[in-house]
């Protein structure tokens, strides 16, 4: 410590400060993108409560066939059931139901990805044979973020409708037939571990976060050196 005193004393009095800007830059530079990914994804969390009563993530569901069906997201509503898939993409979005290739464009960049409502309209049909009393509804829902310049077709919804929906569940009370089926349904599922979705869904997020808290740990350590609280 005393090195480092003795390098600090020698130096102008601005290098300190240019030394913490330079700290502050770096965890900005690092965490900005997963905070804001992560950020997202709690306020997608909030209003996903509030568009139904219960839900339950990650499942496995038997098809009554010797087979399961990996569900995403099922949601208790009022009148039904919503099977719902989530697509943490932003950017516009160039998407249509009969295409097998949808769009994100970013900048200057673009990226396919498979129609999502084709594997959803499988697991769909398959929860209506096991469920065929229940209206089962589907939903794919892209991020806070998203455009759809060309459109958006049905049953899929941006951030903003999802808001228009968690106003009209408001104080809705769960059908007694539906609420029995539901229960029946949760004595059945099993947690699909290996299915398990991680929150920062871009390449890097994970790294670029892990360094923006080193950086964060160096600033805070560095002003309290400087503040003589750490000697």
Known sequence: M???????????????GVLLAVLVALV??????????????????HLLKQI?????RNVYIQDGLGDVIYVEQLILQADGLLLVTIKPFRGNIFAAEQIDQWTQVVGHHSYKF????????????????VMPDTPIRRLVIFAKGSR?????????????????IAEQQKNKVVMPAIQAQWQSLIAQVEPALNMKQSILFRRGDKRRLLLGVLSAIAALAYSLWYLGILV
């Open 2 to 16: 005393e090195f480092i005193n003795e390098f600090f004393n020698s130096q102008h009095p601005i290098v300190p």
């Open 28 to 45: 900005m530079f690092f965490s900005w993108s997963p905070i804001k990914q992560l950020l997202a994804h709690w306020s997608l969390s």
């Open 52 to 56: 139904g009563l219960q839900s339950m």
């Open 114 to 129: 498979p129609n999502p409502l084709h594997q959803q309209e499988t697991d769909l049909q398959a929860l209506r044979a």
């Open 148 to 164: 759809f310049p060309k459109g958006k077709p049905e049953d899929v919804c941006d951030f903003t409708d999802l808001k228009n």
